[in-house]
């Protein structure tokens, strides 16, 4: 049988803040020793209260802005009780009932919008290490600051649900939110999945899958639940609702809590925090920083740029605002593309983009062809270079030495001493006879003798001429 | 309100507690009785009525986003704990 | 309150403060006393005063704290077991204050544990006695800074009031016991009961005392988010000396003990006298108060005693084998009979089918409390009322009834629940010697207004 399935997803985010949501402490624990970046109120020594971070509050606007959500003026912290070593109070202070980011949505690049339920702030817990016989609890991480954002049920395919986590680290990376650094667990989803048959009318149980932390792991697990889950129902056998977990080696997602072992959180407004009322001037004042974000490009660019192509450069925003600043859009977004993205140091070298100036007048000497596409090539990779970053496109050519001879006199005269060369002879004649191929041997010799200079097919074009 | 075993046992399991039988029974019988006294509250009529969380109307207390030296070390934090290895809290194995 | 002086040493007033803590030992007033480092501090204290530099404004004072006050003085124990092997690194907002003042702890004093209860019976190292009657209860939950200022052991204490902590052991006892407006002092360093009803507090022998440990302790603290910007210390201008006092007719029933209404008579009369002006009223929602109190409360302790669970500090259970055990047994050993109670009243109204029926309509009662607060002091300046319906009573007499203990604190907790200040006074004795009190009320931030006014009713009682 054919199933439809419906996807829908939660993504928390770590908030790019100097300092911990609730203490004065280094929010950034990577590359860290345990249990060096804990304040005693992390620890949660007794007698210790939280003290909120504004900049947090300001980096929740800015993720708002980011998924063209509402902020509401009101909100306030609730905790959410259950006991677990790396969570030293017992409680994760978290929003229940009055969350700071209201509805919103995202777009896919497909034009799918998937619409966010709302998004609220938390914290984060620490990090159990495991061995044989005894665990070990890091601090480092407790009390970072969190937005968990929650989608609807919009996603409909792996492919999507791939593309929507993708997207949303796009925007809050692009926002300023979060570093973004996957691999450090920056952004992690949680991902609910439900099958129906083709034209039921209501959704099938779900099951969640936690804690995935990268596009591809989403996508291939979305994959096996689909398998799975279309087995079950194959077979007429419930799927039930419940918690699984996902192996990454494996492939596979594997069970780790039903519906009827939830826990009961308790929420409860959390009385040592003051609420939050922000004004409009604060709120606008804070989303007046978010830049263009990856659909904004999209929209900007879809007229000058092959869809795949932008797609591709829409992971890189200093890409993006270096296009947008340039004329000749679509010839070095393919420097981006195929030179730069290519290169194995591109992640350093997006951090120290050539100027807009010195792209446009590599362009205009493309263009004119000045320069061939290898020559302008290796212009391009020259702006990277620390001796040479800072110079005119025009200056490193001629360093390089690779400004094509296009004025034709002087080609004229280059060709006729080819022609005039006795190695020659042969070449000729059998051109002359026919022979079409002939005439790659004999533009090569007008390039040797040019030493690379000449432009290839103003050569060919006077070679022909002569042998007329 | 009648308060059963299973109810006192949820309840002993949300305070992460292990109870024996007798503190059980002794428990449960308290906690019926003080249920019943706050019960009371049935009478009143809040329709309506805003509730008050706390007693301040304070708002937007917060602080700036800058490292500030602790009152405690981390060093002077982990020596408290019962149970300790490489600088981390030690616990038997989580499964 | 006597500071040390050129003649009258700080080690001196030390010296015999130790000797008297020593000379009442069987009341079990202290947890635990730091002779040697109260008698150094004592002697840096006096060379100062010897060589002429500043020393505060309670240079060489023994104090005593409360067992739940963090210091490195002793280990904070909250008189549990789970928190008895506890060290603090740390000092409180309130402490730190006071001894930069010059104040010196002597020791830190008995309660029930974690604050849970009214007559310091629930503490793990046993109940402190009445300072007036040794078979009798200290009241609670700060029993013991109560006896210790009611025998003259120090000239003050601190205290946390949560429901009545320090009034009713105050009255219990015949001292003055002051509970702020909630968020005067910080409560940053105060192992916590109930985060929207803790208030920090003081015990001494004169309203006067008690202004000055005020002017020093409050004020705006940036590790406490719901501590209230500065205002103690504010003039305002004065007022009239003459005051309308409210008399809540409700609390004048069968219920409170004779000789209770009797006192409040006589202090009635007395303030007439002096000039002021009595108005009665009823408060009709004040006795929804102690239900309220007893949902909002224990919802509050069951989070905030979620920490205490045998990981990071304090006691862990040494049979425990698996992490269950390290929370069940840890907790289950830590915690007295009182503290479970509460925690699991507290989860009961928090757990899901029940928050709607118990918590959040404790919580819209609470706001009609409030209102009905706002409307008394609409018509007079300060509420006059019994603080607890008994003098002290029988040690044991109360503790296999928890309800009937809880009612014991049906005149106290109302302010908790509204953040109004209450100080007791002291209000004569009965006539087998129990000391009685009463307290008065004031309207939010009037606390300075009601302490002086307190002084003045004083004086013009000649005490």
Known sequence: MKYNITIGIECHVQLATKTKLFSEVDNDARDKDPNTCVSPVDYALPGMLPRLNREAIKLAIRAGKAMNAKINSYSRFDRKHYYYPDLPKGYQISQFYHPIIGKGFITLPDGTKVRIEHAHMEEDAGKLNHYDTYSLVDLNRAGTPLIEIVSMPDIHSAKQAHDYCKELWRAMTYAGVTIGDLFNGNMRFDVNISLAPEGAKELGKRAEIKNLNSFRSVERAVEYEYERQSKLLDKGEPVRQETRGWNDATGKTTFQRSKEEAQDYRYMPEPDIPPVKLSEEFISEEMAKVPLLPQDYREKFSGSLPADTLEVLLDYQPLMEKLSEVKDIKRIANWFASVLLAEEKSYEMLNDLPSAEQLNELAEMTEKQELSSTGAKEVFLKFFDPQMGKKSARDIAKELNVIQENDTGALEAIVDQVLADRACAQAIADFKAGSEKVIGFLVGQVMKASQGKANPGAAQQILRQKLQ | ?95 | MQIATKEITAESLVRAALDKAEEYKDYNIFTSLDKDGALKKAKIIDEKIKNGEEVGKLAGVPFAIKDNFLSPVGNTTASSKILEPLKSPITATSVKKLEDEGAIIIGRTNLDSFAHGSSTENSYFGPTLNSHDKTRVAGGSSGGSAVAVALGIVPFATGTDTGGSIRQPASFNGVYGFKPTYGTISRYGVVAMASSTDCIGFFANSAEDIDLLMSITSGRDPKDMTTLPDYYNIETGKSSDIKTIGIIKDFNNDSVAPEIREALKKKIEELKSAGHKIIEFDMPMLKYALAVYYIVVPAEISSNLSRHDGVRYGYRSSEAKDLDEVYGKSRSDGFMPENKRRIMIGNFVLSSGFYDAYYLKAQQARTLIIKEYENAFSKCDFILTPVAPNPAFKLGEKTNDPVAMYLEDVMSVPLNLAGVPGLAIPAGETKDGLSLGLQLVGPRRSDRELLRFASNIAKKEGK
Request: charged residues 30%; proline residues 3%.
């Open chain 2, 1 to 95: 309100m009648k308060i059963t075993c299973e109810e006192i046992d949820h309840l002993a399991e949300l305070s992460n507690f292990s109870l024996s039988d007798a503190e059980k029974k002794s428990l449960g019988q308290d906690l019926e009785n003080i249920i019943g006294y706050i019960s009371q509250l049935n009478e009143l009529d809040t329709k309506g009525v805003e509730p008050t969380y706390q007693v301040f109307e304070m708002e937007n207390v917060w602080r700036d986003d800058e490292i500030l030296e602790q009152d405690a070390s981390t060093d002077q934090l982990i020596a408290l704990a019962p149970a300790e290895k490489d600088h981390q809290i030690k616990v038997p194995k989580v499964l």
